[in-house]
């Protein structure tokens, strides 16, 4: 009871104190420019954005932002937390802008700002390989589905999973990768997830992973995320522009046919999102 | 499971122990501090001592963390991955040794002090030959402990960015489906760590003075 009312003393004492202060930050792209690097906040379990392959940090995120770092004349260093980690970080400061990437969704857009896409994000359920229960989208009804804790992909499944006759039983995970090696030991039949990092998974462990097509639900784009503020709206701009820049040029489709082994048509920017 | 994967998660407990072994003796030097404080007869030294222990000790590790990471910024200290991790570490388990030590002192027989005190020794020299060696050893074994559990709870350290090697083997397990190789690995290397840290305790413990032989 006593450390209840503590730490609820501690928050609300910080939080007035934090309205107080931000009121005079500075400018954030001014700030990243005099320390000559750009951080980057993000997960490392999400491929084939960021993975870590034989101890590196590496994936289409990685290669990116080495562009958009080239764009702003700045270095990038890189700070990895746990998915439910990154947002109350990125509201600390602890780095200027998330990679992720996240699906733009119309209740991240009031919170957030979104860079413009750089993938699809439509959502799909990779199987078993050889699993024959499962052949559409809708055979996942009444079957144990996997999907990472608080991610846009969590809310379509259940979207989704809402209009079937029996609803399937959702498993929610720290990590997408951990829900895979839960689908790879068969204690569920399915994961959903985006498109482009299902496809990935399955062409890495051919044999064990089948994608289940076509996708479901609506069709939505994967973007960078950033602080809506206007100590961050410099920045957020000279990303969007380096990112339109290297679209525009073709590099972005190197890199879509790097990570993904195919290119996808994005928008230029999401002002209104399909959820 | 290759040897560059086990290199990997070598190179990752380099981080667990370094920040545990850090953190361990942090907390000591505060404990110390807050164990006199608690054995105080002043009543302003002993209560923030109190407070301090129930806090640190009430609150869990992973929230006590968290809060350091994502609070201390709002009120304009925003501290790195590495001092959040050991700060955290440092006041939790500096929490749990202060019980240990305060505990130590507590029970040094009075019949020992009352003998140093005939014999003529100074309030100095009883503190330091009589009290701090035998507190030590009575204490020693809580130490051991708290400085394994705290190795096993750098664990959550990655809630703030450090990859140590719980974090290591579940990003490493993500990207080459060997969850079971790789998880066994790292048990295996804190097996081996707490091992070295449990014999190191036991020597200390042997040659403190008036240890039975």
Redesign the interface.
Known sequence: MKKNSLLKGLMSAAFLLGATLSAHAADTLAAVKAAGTLKVGTETAFAPFDFIDAGEHVGLNVDLFDEIGKELGVKIEWVTLPWDGVFPALEAGKFDVVAGPATITKKRMERYRFTPPLAEATIAILKKAGDQTISKPEDIAGKKIGVGKATSQLDQLKEFSETLPTKADIREYPAFTESYADLAAGRIAGVANSLPNIAFVAKQREGVFEVVLPPFGKKSYFGFIGLKDTDHAPLMDAIDAAMLKIKADGRMATLQKKWFGATFDTPDSVKDPAF | MSF??FE?LL?ASIYTVTISIVSILIGFAIAILLSGMLLSLRRHLVLPARIFV??FR??PLLVQL??I???L????I?VP?VVAAVVGLSLCTAAYQAENLRGGFASVPVGLVESAEMVGLTPGQIFRRIKVPTALRLTLPALVNEAILILKASSLV????I?ELTR?A??????T?L?LQLFASAGLIYLVINWIVALAGGLIERSLPGAPR
């Open positions: 560059k994967l990997l190179q129930s806090f009430g609150v968290l809060l990471y994502n609070l910024p709002v009120i304009g925003n991955s990655s809630v703030v960015g990859v290591m579940q990003d490493l397990a993500g990207s489906f969850p």
